[in-house]
């Protein structure tokens, strides 16, 4: 009979006691296997990813959609055509105000989103705000290089949102009863075509501010480069009221 | 008289309630029965555990389980609580003796006591003539083993007793009976001037530690109208028999098995008067034939190994000890080892395992199940675990309904049940890792956050040398 491999030469085990043989302190977990993967934590992150794949996902239909030759041109009618397009893909989508900031970092960082184009980002950022279950939304994103065009496009009444950092051209047109606020600089065309609501940008603002704007106020921290055609509304710069007024003429470089 | 007419009341009450006769069915019911007989006869307290649904007093319910699985109980608690009554009740509708006999066998605590008191004495006519025999006290030759007040003992005769009763040996000049069957109940006051300490050793033999509670005052005052309930425990006639087998010169065997005939006829009167049927001895083995046969399920022994791996770990000095300090910024800090000073002995996991046995059996559930070993851990560890000072200090006046050392082994089961609960597949997952490994598989251990991954490490490691 060949020993068994514990019981070595010389050992002082009898060779039939199979019980002395060291046990398997083990044992009655041999045939366990585990039902869930993973840690509470993985689940979370899996979760998380999951929901960052479908917003990715919509996105890339946008651009399929609306940007096929990568190039995008800013006219009233693709905005808003984009913007339908996008409202398609976010209303399916259950996501909170977390995974919107995640997605802006995305755009930049990660090679799973193939181009950021910052005017279809900015209406697929601004659907996204618009259909986000929260009522304040704050998008921390002082940290990206890129400033993104048209965020806060059709805000509705009722919502507030707050960038933490600097925006782009087209910042908060058409904004519907909404309050943006940023707290850095906005580019040109800021509040253009704005029907209600408030803006406030805590530092500058570019040229053609409040370009056909029909109502709503926009309130500025820092200089107002250039104001627009303003229909009705008003604009001040620094608590001062600049329109309407009689000092400022639009877009005059001062 | 009264007590007759007392006893057909209980007796109508039962039968009302249809408790009586059901106990033909299964051992647990008649348990049962005796639990409420217990509960609402003689016993009066408030359920202050929670299983399953189902509420008991732990005093009573662990002393029924003591009795059963001849294990060994520390009942504590203020002075005229019910610690030493709640026992001889106990004990004697499970081994059918008459009060009584219970009564003339249990040592009481004092500084005086002594061995011949405790263990036997020397037959002094026969050592008159020379001859050397030993006369053995009822406490060393029945079942039942009632120390009243133990902490009132010096600690050199605490561990007489303790040493007879790991053991079941008793021996006096050169002699020796060997008790079979046996169960310890000891009662011990909370420190007051005539108290001695009972020593950690000593402690950790005792398999549960229990508090006889204040059942409150209204119940209280019920205690004070009920004269002499006890009396339906006694019998005259045999427990003078008894004393006469336990007096007599024959082979303590013999004496045994008519002691055993004469028990089964107290049995016999308890059903008769009250309705309550008692445990015969092959009753009582079979009984524990059948607990010893549940098996952990895995999430029971895998949150029993997790319990016991916090109450051992020490990753700086390989285990933990009383002498030793844990390290500064210590990565195990949020872990029991951190707030303990001693470490967990082998007699805890027996203890868990044998009362979550009984607690199984008694729900009549087919194997043990992470809820038993859940509520049976705070008995099994409460006056085993030695907390460091800051942690007394930090919770001493936490808002509680039990006494300090349970209090706070409640809460240790607590938060490693929460740490179960977050990690329970993984940690299953680790042991099955673990298994395969022993077994020889090409596999690396789990890793993870909690000192029993570690001890599964060195197991493996211990293994492969």
């Known amino acids: ?254 | 008289m009264d007590d007759f007419r007392w006893c057909d009341e209980i007796k109508f009450r039962r039968r009302e309630k249809g408790i009586v006769g059901v106990g033909k069915n299964g051992y647990q019911k008649q348990a049962m029965e005796i639990y409420q007989f217990i509960s609402e006869h003689l016993y009066f307290n408030r359920p202050d555990m929670e299983i399953k649904g189902e509420r008991f007093n732990s005093a009573i319910l662990l002393s029924l389980l003591t009795g059963l699985e001849k294990g060994k109980e520390l009942i504590i608690g203020e002075p005229g609580l019910g610690k030493t009554t709640s026992a001889e009740y106990v004990c004697s509708l499970i081994y059918q003796f008459p009060l009584g006999v219970i009564w003339g066998s249990e040592v009481s605590g004092h500084p005086e006591q002594t061995e011949e008191k405790i263990i036997g004495r020397p037959d002094l006519g026969k050592l008159n003539r020379g001859e050397e025999d030993v006369v053995w006290t009822n406490f060393s030759q029945i079942p039942v083993k009632i120390v009243d007040e133990i902490n009132r003992l010096p600690e050199t005769k605490q561990s007489m007793i303790l040493d007879g009763v790991d053991r079941g040996n008793w021996e006096y000049l050169n002699e020796m009976i060997i008790n079979d069957e046996y169960c310890l109940f000891a009662t011990a006051n909370y420190q007051d001037g005539g108290t001695n300490t009972i020593i950690a050793p000593l402690v950790d033999r005792f398999d549960v530690m229990v508090e006889s509670r204040y059942p409150g005052a209204n119940l209280s005052f019920l205690i004070g109208k009920d004269k002499r309930k006890d009396h339906v425990l006694r019998h005259p006639k045999y427990e003078k028999e008894l004393y006469t087998i336990l007096k007599s010169k024959i082979a303590y065997e013999k004496k045994i098995s008519k002691i055993e005939e004469v028990c089964n006829s107290f049995g016999e009167y308890l059903y008769e008067v009250l309705g309550v049927r008692s445990f015969q001895r092959q009753d009582r083995d079979q009984i524990r034939g059948e607990m010893g046969s549940l098996e952990l399920d895995l999430d029971a022994s895998a949150f029993t190994r997790m319990l016991l791996a916090e109450l051992s770990f020490c990753e700086r000095y390989g285990q933990k000890r009383v002498v030793e300090n844990c390290e500064e910024g210590c990565h195990y800090t949020g872990y029991l080892c951190h707030q303990i000073k001693n470490c967990a002995s082998n007699r805890l996991p027996s203890s868990i395992k044998q009362y979550a046995q009984g607690l199984a059996w008694i729900l009549e559930d087919s194997a043990i199940d992470i809820e038993h070993i859940q509520a049976v851990v705070p008995f099994t560890l409460g006056h085993r675990i030695q907390w460091k000072d800051e942690i007394l200090s930090q919770k001493e006046r936490s808002k509680r309904d039990d006494p300090f050392p349970i209090f706070l082994a409640k809460e240790a089961a607590k938060a490693v049940s929460q740490r179960y609960r977050e990690q329970s597949e993984y940690l299953k997952d680790a042991l099955a890792v673990g298994s395969k490994i022993f077994q020889g598989g090409a596999l690396e251990p789990l890793e993870g956050d909690h000192p029993l991954y570690v001890e599964i490490k060195k197991d493996l490691d211990a293994r492969k040398s």
């Open chain 1, 1 to 254: 009979m060949k020993p068994s491999p514990l019981q070595k030469k010389g050992s002082i085990l009898p060779p039939d006691k199979e019980s002395w043989i060291i046990k398997n302190p083990f044992e009655e977990f041999k045939t366990f296997t585990a039902s869930t993967p993973g840690l509470p934590l993985d689940q979370i992150v899996q979760s998380t990813e999951a929901i960052m794949d479908r917003i990715r996902w919509g996105y890339e239909k946008l651009l399929e959609e609306e940007a096929k030759e990568l190039v995008w041109m800013v006219q009233y009618n693709t905005i808003i055509k984009a913007y339908e397009v996008a409202e398609k893909y976010v209303k399916e989508i259950d996501y909170t105000a977390e995974d919107i900031e995640e997605f802006c970092f995305a755009l930049e960082n990660t090679q799973k989103i193939p181009y950021l184009i910052p005017g279809p980002a900015g209406v697929y950022i601004s659907a996204l705000c618009n259909y986000a279950g929260e009522e304040e939304i704050i998008l921390k994103l002082s940290e990206l290089k890129t400033e993104i065009n048209l965020i806060g496009f059709r805000l509705p009444k009722g919502k507030r949102l707050l960038i933490e950092g600097d925006t782009g051209d087209f910042t908060g047109i058409g904004i519907e009863g909404g309050e943006l606020v940023v707290e850095g600089n906005a580019k040109n065309w800021t509040g253009a075509g704005m029907r209600g609501g408030k803006i406030l940008i805590k530092k500058n603002i570019g040229l053609h501010t409040g370009e056909w704007m029909m109502g709503g106020e926009i309130y500025v921290g820092g200089r107002v480069r250039g104001l627009g055609n303003i229909v009705e509304g008003k604009v001040y710069e620094r608590d001062k009221l600049v329109y309407p007024g009689k000092v400022r003429y639009p877009n005059l470089y001062y």
